[in-house]
């Protein structure tokens, strides 16, 4: 999964932009590892990721 995140990095980017959340269904290990993928590929585009109990979630200069 880490692999496709990384290859469609600029369209996620614009989906989060867009409001776009992402719910992981899964163990810990795999939701820790898509986080750290998604805050290396989206920090480039200016979010800074938030984690909650219950998903994921980015916003536009978030300061976590």
């Not at 899964?26 to 480039?44: K, P």
């Amino acid at each position: 999964m880490q692999d496709i995140l990384r290859k469609d990095a600029e369209r996620i980017g614009k989906l989060f932009a867009a409001g776009g959340q992402v719910l992981l269904c899964g163990n810990r290990d795999m939701a820790a590892a898509v986080a750290a993928v998604l805050a290396d590929i989206l920090a480039v585009q200016g979010f800074n990721l938030e984690l909650h109990c219950i998903g994921v979630s980015m916003a536009p200069g978030a300061t976590g």
